[in-house]
């Protein structure tokens, strides 16, 4: 018997948002799925985004993971692409 699925909600920023038009995502996603899959779906939605990749950091409930680190349901994800200010 299968596992349902987990339901995350994807907070964009900076260039995901740009690409999107909008501050966030909700996804339904596979049980045991790693949080480096969320950066998968959204550059294989807008391939533009494929430059960040190396570049994007994750955060999982406002604390940084490393990117096989394993989502749960009602998980909190944040991509954080590289800033630049002053």
Do not use: C
């Amino acid at each position: 018997m299968s596992q349902p699925a987990i339901a995350v909600t994807i907070k964009l920023f900076a260039v995901y948002q740009d690409a999107y038009g909008v501050p966030e995502l909700q996804l339904d996603l596979p049980p045991q799925t790693p949080v480096r899959a969320v950066l998968d779906y959204l550059i294989a939605e807008h391939p533009e985004l494929e430059s960040w990749r190396d570049f994007t950091r994750f955060g999982i409930n406002l604390q940084f993971v490393l990117a096989d680190t394993l989502l749960h349901d009602g998980d909190e994800v944040v991509l954080i692409p590289p800033v630049s200010g002053g």
